[in-house]
């Protein structure tokens, strides 16, 4: 019950995984070898922990950060797993194409794992807005667009607007919150909000894995801003801001969380969301800022306006919009990055009106092309992936099936009362 | 009630792990010494970010991967590190006494501590299938013997055999998937298979911790099968072939349990076991594999015959064999483990051939050697072990306590109805 | 109900956490900035790898480790995030003033954070006693005086009594124990024991979070005792001793806790309390060990003080002394950690005498001075903080909301039976 399609049909979707898995295969046989070039050891080792770091991020972070919801928890953790080495895989292949020519194969490195993790990230916070309202097929398409459309978007970025790999990178927040927000908006059109109440009640366990998801970020945040970053000092300075920002934000977050509410209580989602704003808001300008008080200026916005958010702009979201995002998405990634975009516009700004350089207008200009080219984009390719997915091809679950594992997981050995 | 010794025999038994823990102090007292060399610093800390990475492996991946159980919980976690911390102590002096003279003292260097607790890991593979039919004593005497009866197989193919440091230690999951297998055939003979049941329920939160410790293996384990190699670039090899077997297994290991149900629904047990099966059967030819497109298609085969393991073997193992595997190891890390070893005596030989080497066949017999080595030595030592444990003078619990916290745990401040 | 204050009252105490903040935020504008000199990367890559340790044992481990109440796991874990994130910044400035002239500005290293996030430990051991005691605000003001104290009493070590910065960093733990048992001596002096047992419950899912964050602790530990040594043949030294008594502390921890069962049944909250114990007693002089043996029987020793000092000693602690020590912090690093300091009182004696130094008297009086000063700063230190705790003013929750999430979280989405 609660899927009209027969059994027969739901049984076969996952063929289409895995002859995509093998054309992937097929694809990495003609296109693709390894970098056999001798390389300095401790380099190498170098670059192997931060990839380490990232992929921690990726597959424990993401993971667990988004398995708050009670009925949701096995569905959050897999399914990120499976869209993080699907989309890692994928994102090789188009960082590749896109920036070698076809003449020879793609040469797959340490660094371009690492970058291509990195890229399917975005995957992983879009996500968190759809989450519960779409079947693995569904997420496998949204995955497979969105890494296309993000590492296009990054090389547009650096081939014509001279736009560096970090910053770049960093837009990953802004573009990844307004693909899922848009995707989720498609699909969630007729939620019966109300009726998913129960659903959408979280349990003290779930809670302490999302924790621990969140604090994996919030340790590891530091490698993923500096990841891309070749200069020493600027990746020293990368490092020191996030630091300052994420426990800025931290501090924040709790206490303007008890602080808007009425008895002075604070709300475990809250933090989920707040935490790492700061981390997401000194992104893009970690290796500019000079001095710690201003990454901890943005650290302490970003948590206000996370929570800020949180609070004004749910409600709204939810019911005026029609837009659910599952995991809070727009709190956690997509306004504290447009906060650090603009930040970042200004400080550059600041900098080369300082130097007395004539192309300042023009460089304002570009930067702010920059952010809006990564939400644009964004919300376009969001919406197109959303009208699609919404087709009836795609056997989605019914949508009283929506948020339960119960969909897609067999619970042979489990206790009735649990 | 529950057991048929008296109180105060089974209170004593913990006095035999003391009283070895205080042989192994008289031991390290006479017959070792650290390593004092001075020595790259920077060279020190790469050996010990690996060493680093190889015990979150052991204690926090092989720690929750078992902890599935309902009831047992508990046990797998700490009887996890008890045997970690017990195996790495005897396996340091093992490799020492086997391989240095006696006349001097065992020198105590950071990669012998790596290699003791990699050695040490082939008894936390075992306990997977031994786990809830054994007590602590019975657990300890396996891990003293299997760590021996592992050391000394790697000693005769490193000195007889001429096999190196790395791929005798990659067969560690044949070894110890068949040791384990035994010493449960061994102990579950009497197993009321159908009254056991209810103590085989997971709880969706038992689950998790499962997926946290199947995620700490699955980030770390590029770590664990590039550990022994010297020879940068072959590291760098081992990495990039790891991590694509694990990302293709991941992508296969969901969506074959998806198609393996009849509507279509993914089980939890086949993803903790299917996960991890590239990793393992990358193992032993992951310095050698030079294309992308092999380690993928290692990774879709590992994930193909574990999934289809659980579907068609468990049954069989279960019922007419009457070996009761607690976690799948089999599936895990032998079936994978057997295809990796058989890979790497194909590759071998495939490269002798094109080298025109008039030795080709005696490699090529050198090679199933050294595998078939591996798996009877497993057998025999497991049977042995086996057999031992299942004398009276251990004391087991009775077999109705079998999985149960509460054989081995004071519950003193436990809620009634948790 | 529960608390005499009006909601307004009580709605307004995170003003003061937001004040200070931005009193922090004032103060980093006008004292501090970033240290901008070239170094080596890799040398640099090694602090941070350093830095990342400590901060998954302070986030993760700590925060995991206190997390076993029944209904206290929220506040457990993120309270200890809010309390790191709080502490690391007025240690980096109190490192800074106490270290460096007031004329020039304080200069942040990477290195600087790492001490901070070591000094800032401090709270987080002593919170573990303090726990479900106070409220946020309350914990803020014992965090921001605990650090102060310890800069200071480091400082004192350091210039007046010549010990280095390893050895007076690893008086952490008597120091935190005593000031932590001294702040929950003034505040539970009130507290009905016996109507708390229902609340000092917990759960198998919360004693697996805590197991999670002893094995962070566990695995890393050996990152904390060599993180403030400069000479690598020291550093490898103190990982090795520090391995080697984790690890037999490990083993004694199971088996004495189950020997001292006239069933041979284990305490989990004794491993939680004495597997780390080895990793404490070996820290003051893990660098000067030679011997593994020596390291080993540290690691026994300590582990049965631990669990000897919790089977004894808590009762007489909760009725007789009035000190309710929630997560047994006096057993996990208050007793090993006096156990340390005098073996290494001992080592250094013996080995002054040996080169027949005529100092030796006064050596040993230093060195005893030292590890008292620890002790008496804790205790008056702490005694100051509890009594200025237990004023009214903080508007603490009412005694019967102690141990209780409820008294600060909200609880929307909670389902009712969880």
Known sequence: ????????VRGCLPLWT?????????IFFFFTSYDTSAQDPKELMGIYRVLQDVTIMAALGFGFLNSSLRRYGWSSVAFNLFLLALGVQWAVLMDGFLEWSFYKKVIIKLSSIKLATMNAMSVLISVGAVLGKANLLQLTVMALVEVTAFVAVRMVDRKYLGTDNHTSMMYIHVF???FGLMVTWCLSRSLPVAALVEKHQTTKNSSLFTMLGTLFLWIFWPS???ALLDIPNERKTAVFNTYYA?????????SVSALSHPRGKINMTHIHNAVLAGGVAVGASCHVIATPWLAMVLGF???LISIGGALCLRAYFNRVLGIHDTCGVHYTFGLPGLLGGIVYILLTFYEVTWTKNSMVFFQLFIDTG??????????IAGILTGLVLSLKIWKAAHVTKYFDDQASW?????????
Request: hydrophobic share 60%; charged share 5%.
């Open 301 to 303: 916005m970003a948590g």
């Open 370 to 379: 920059v952010l809006s080219l990564a939400i644009a984009s964004g919300l």
């Open 246 to 254: 994420l426990a800025v934000s931290a501090v924040t977050a709790i």
């Open 224 to 226: 993923f801003n500096s």
């Open 18 to 26: 895995i002859a995509l898995e093998l054309a992937f295969l097929v």
């Open 176 to 178: 990844a919150t307004y």
């Open 1 to 8: 019950m609660g899927s009209k399609y027969p059994p027969s």
């Open 410 to 418: 067999e619970f042979p050995h489990l206790a009735v009362g649990f």
